[in-house]
């Protein structure tokens, strides 16, 4: 889905050892940014998302929630913290989103995208948040 787009649910997905939908992981008040994780962790584009989770992490933590969604079958050890590592069980989320290694979708509260890239960097993702939040 594109930006301003209705969220699509998915699943099976499996967060700490439980099964959800991705509407399930969604519920809250905060935002959900998922980054969607390549099976080699020491890819350009890999290392590149690590750093995006940790900074909005770090600095937004209280107002998102960052989500890796590892790829069918990977190590998910390998892509991340297991706190926040999302197991795409059959693929369907990767399917529906049509997300490749390095894609990211920012979920806003009401369910719609916010923000998506394929080529996120954190001054972008800072610029969208600088127009709709008012935060460091």
Known sequence: PHAGAEAIDAGPLELNGTRHSLFELLAGP???LLLFAGADPSSRR???MA???SEVERVYGALIRVL???VPGADAAKVG?????VRDLEGNLR???RAEEGHVYLI???GYVGWRSDRP???AFRDYLARVFVCP
């Open 30 to 32: 905060q935002h959900t």
């Open 46 to 48: 890999q290392v590149d």
């Open 51 to 53: 750093f995006l989770a």
């Open 68 to 70: 890796i969604v590892a």
């Open 81 to 85: 913290d297991a706190r926040t590592i």
């Open 95 to 97: 399917d529906r989103y």
């Open 108 to 110: 806003r509260p009401d």
């Open 121 to 123: 960097s954190l001054a």
